[in-house]
């Protein structure tokens, strides 16, 4: 098969590129490795910043479909102790510019926002290789392949695109977080829900913390932060959840009762993620006919920049090849080099592990939202 525009990856990033091009009449097509969307949840709240992730949804022209998925009441933010006190309580007053929004909600919403066909589910790259001029061939696992004059890797972490650019490889940050659910908050877990309040609340001592957000229905999300090394991860047997809980909660002993239910009550498997980056200052050469967004082109530790510079960068270069549609090697140029700025910039300026899980938690936490 051969195609014009070929997006590898349909996250936040890839869809919003097909969505800008499909706004300027330029067809697309996304391929994914998920058998759907509906393979795997996809994350928790998403605060949406007025300066890169709300401009790009005004691109895509879905603003008002935006606002209908906004979780009132999010923004608020609390940072107890580990004995529950409360040392810090930023109520969501309605003037904040961060308004949340559910991750997977937020993808739906760009997938229903492009025609039928678009995405092309159960396609994993299995190789990508240049054949001259500019175009490039895909390979799936599946055994079909496409051949594209335009190759947007939106592939994550672990992008298949990249090699074609970039010898870069995620790192270990030293940090991993273990994912857990506990649903209908306020009717099944009460104490829970009235210890996260209304938005999100964190616990963080020097590396290892506890952060909690309710999300849609009372459903809270918790999200363990632990610095350990990989190995330490390595002799805890996930696939016995109830083993593995007990000893991640040993982690947080002395700590209050009702901060360590939300890890002991979990109503899912606690899910491990190590976090990783890429370089801050990461780039490449201009290759022709390819290029990345999102987390394939800057990978960070989560400090709530990650997505919304991916939708971003996204309806950027959407932009970039409409005005430059028989130019796609300007259109490439003029977005790359933005995105390698704007990449370091918000970097520079976004909280940081080893500052938030660091030998000065939480005091710094707390002067960072007081202005003291």
Do not use: C
Not at 22 to 46: D, N
Not at 166 to 192: K, M, Q, V
């Amino acid at each position: 098969m051969t195609t014009p525009v070929t997006i590898i990856g349909a996250g936040l990033g890839g869809l919003m590129l097909s969505r800008v091009l499909h706004v300027h009449g330029i067809p697309s097509t996304v391929y994914e490795a998920e058998s759907s969307s509906s393979a795997r949840t996809q994350g928790g709240l998403l605060d949406i910043r007025d300066y890169n992730g709300r401009p790009a949804l005004e691109t895509a022209g879905l603003t008002k479909e935006f606002r209908e998925l906004i979780l009132e009441g999010r923004q608020a933010m609390r940072l107890l102790d580990r004995d529950g006190n409360v040392l810090l309580d930023v109520p969501d007053d309605g003037t904040g510019g961060n308004p949340e929004v559910q991750r997977g909600e937020l993808r739906q919403m760009l997938l229903d926002s492009l025609p039928a066909g678009t995405v092309r589910w159960g396609h994993k790259v299995s190789g990508v290789r240049a054949v001259g001029q500019g175009r490039h061939e895909v390979a799936f696992a599946n055994g079909t392949t496409a051949t594209t004059s335009l190759l947007a890797g939106a592939d994550g972490a672990w992008s298949r695109v990249r090699p074609l650019l970039s010898g870069a490889a995620p790192e270990y940050t030293g940090f991993s977080f273990i994912e857990i659910h506990l649903f209908d908050g306020d009717n099944r877990h009460p104490t829970s829900a009235k210890t996260v309040g209304g938005g999100a609340m964190m616990v963080l001592e020097p590396g290892r913390g506890i952060l909690a957000h309710r999300e849609r229905g009372g459903n809270l999300h918790t999200w363990v932060m632990l610095s350990r090394p990989q190995d330490w991860f390595a002799d805890i047997d996930f696939t016995d959840p109830t083993a593995a809980t007990a000893q991640i909660v040993r982690e947080f002993d002395g700590w209050a009762p009702e901060l360590t239910a939300l890890v002991t009550d979990g109503e899912t498997a606690p899910v491990l993620r190590h976090i990783y980056t890429l370089p801050i200052e990461h780039r490449w050469d201009r290759t022709p006919g390819v290029t990345l967004l999102g987390d394939a082109a800057h990978l960070t530790a989560p400090n709530g920049e990650g997505a919304n510079l991916a939708l971003y960068d996204g309806a950027e270069l959407g932009k970039a090849i409409a005005a430059h549609p028989h130019d796609i090697e300007t259109a490439l140029a003029e977005y790359e080099r933005a995105m390698f700025a704007r990449s370091v910039a918000s970097n520079a300026g976004a909280p940081d592990l080893h500052a938030m899980l660091g030998d000065g938690t939480p005091h710094h936490l707390i002067n960072a939202f007081t202005g003291s």
